[in-house]
């Protein structure tokens, strides 16, 4: 490696660690984290697997770290794999940033060397050829460590908003699991849209939740609390089940339920409610947008630990656990 990896362990919630710039020399042999089959965490294997290659529109990127997500042992458990299929032997990972090593055919706008970010595909790796359309610089005063825990659930939370629910300035719309990295990006866009903002979480987080720069919180596990809601223009959804059910049934005739987890069970009962699934997509100018929010302090992804790459299956089983922030891996 070029750099010797920072001391592991726990962080404090949004503390942001630099981390040394990573060279453009060649990589020998490109480790990665690979999956042979469906599986608990001890099924990702750090061995070595082949280069990727920029092809045409593409820009092939030196990872400096990769974060771990929900939908990451998802995929590795089968769990996901009717939505998101993968082939064996398959490379997970969402989300990345790093340096810029070569560019494509046809690609202009970068250049080597450039710190880039993005939503992608196969990037618990040191190589990632991602589309150039996809990527976006990293801000100029934002460390590669807190890039790289960015893209997904910040395109996640805020096409939550502006695709999921299209909620509208002086409209009122409920997050759920409003303190979580999706959550959290929901909420500013949602602020950033005009609307009424009721921050859902549990009671243990309340005080937590209190620094999102909601209009309200709501205790999501508090029975009398969500009685006592009235009806709302729309609910964004990231925690599915039992809490979905109930506020679906808080959204007004004409209103909007949109989610990340599909459908609630009790769909069929609230036939007036457009349930709106969402599933983030690349879109580097949204991604921009909010990544200066993050840059200028209106929005906060708290980091909770790093990890090397290597011990991937250690971060999975950290983060499938919950109730943490997020988990990156360094390249």
Known sequence: MEWPPPAQGARPA???IAIPRISLREVQAMKAAVLHEFGGPSKLKYEDFDDP????GEVLVRVAAASINPIDYKMRSGEAQARFPIQFPAILGRDFAGVVRTVGPDVTGFEAGEEVMGLSSKTYAELVAV????????PEQMELTTAASLPLVLLTGGQLIRVGTQIKEGETVVITGAV?????SAVRTAKMAG?????????????EAKSLGADEILALDDDAAVAKLGFVDAVADTVG????EALLAKVKQGGVFASVLGPPANAGM???VKIVPVVAKPDAAM?????AEVEGGRLTIPVDRMLPLAQAAEGQAAVEKGGIGKVLLLA
Not at 241 to 244: F, K, L, S, V, Y
Not at 287 to 291: I, K, N, P, T, V
């Open 14 to 16: 949004g503390h942001a």
């Open 53 to 56: 290659v920029a092809g045409e």
């Open 131 to 138: 589309k150039a359309t996809d990527l976006i610089k990293v």
């Open 180 to 184: 979580g990295g999706v959550g959290r």
């Open 195 to 207: 609307a009424r903002v009721i921050a859902g979480v549990r009671k243990r987080q309340m005080d």
């Open 241 to 244: 089940h039992a809490t979905a």
């Open 270 to 272: 609230h036939p007036t």
């Open 287 to 291: 991604l921009a947008e909010l990544a």
